[in-house]
């Protein structure tokens, strides 16, 4: 039972134009959200996250955008820059809780 | 400053033999996980540590996964008579003080049982 989804397992965009990465979750429990980033051969890393009790979180190119009635969240990068070029992970979890359900990730490739 | 680090990066197995995965974390760090992450799959919780004490190790996914932080810094992830379906990369990831403060990963070790 997957609790976490990524439907899109890859995505493939023009550079300079708005990347938009997709994430559903299924438990009306999770109240924290959150993205990594992973490159090849190495370990996820820290992008932005948002808290259930918003809809908006923005840091700088990055924005993440939340539906609770939907049980869906969106990443959108703008401008998609070569470097974005990577594997997005959603995670979610029980804020007062430390275990992070993630999805199964989507590839983005930026095209110069 | 230093990452989480981990060894090592890559190793390989035969079927039965036991494997010893170790994590160094963040300096300072009490909170330490590790996740077993399948091909194309997103990464799976095995085990939480607040400084040496293994508060929850319901992710283990048999009696065969045995994993250890007697000083409360490294921490060991041992995998008895492994099979092939343990094969996966392992992450640990540590963070500062609560558990619910950012986790900052290593880039993990590739096991491939062959």
């Known amino acids: 039972d997957q609790q976490v989804k990524q439907n899109s397992p890859s995505l493939s965009v023009q550079e300079g134009r708005i990347s938009i990465l997709n994430c559903d979750y299924t438990n009306s429990m999770f109240d924290y959200f959150l993205w990594y980033k992973k490159y090849p051969a190495e370990g996820p890393t820290f992008l932005i996250s948002i808290s259930s009790i918003k809809d908006k979180n923005e840091d700088g190119r990055f924005t993440v955008f939340l539906n609770k009635s939907a049980k869906h969240l969106s990443l959108h990068i703008v401008p998609s820059q070569p470097g974005d070029s990577a594997v997005y992970f959603c995670?979610?979890?029980?804020?007062?809780?430390?275990?992070?359900?993630w999805g199964a990730g989507t590839k983005l490739i930026i095209k110069p | 400053g230093a990452g989480v680090s981990q060894s090592p990066r890559y190793k390989v197995a035969k079927r039965g033999q036991d494997v010893a995965l170790r994590c160094d974390p963040i300096?300072?760090?009490?909170?330490l996980f590790w996740y077993q992450q399948a091909l194309g799959q997103g990464p799976e919780f095995l085990t939480y540590f607040q400084n040496e004490a293994q508060l929850d190790k319901s992710g283990l996914p048999s009696d065969r996964f045995f994993a250890e932080r007697p000083e409360g810094s490294v921490s060991t992830l041992k995998i008895q008579r492994t099979q092939q379906e343990d094969s996966a990369v392992y992450l640990c990831a540590s963070s500062y003080s609560s558990s619910t403060d950012t986790q900052y990963f290593g880039p993990g070790t590739r096991l491939t049982v062959l």
């Open positions: 300096s300072g760090h009490v909170s």
């Open positions: 995670a979610a979890k029980v804020r007062s809780n430390y275990q992070l359900i």
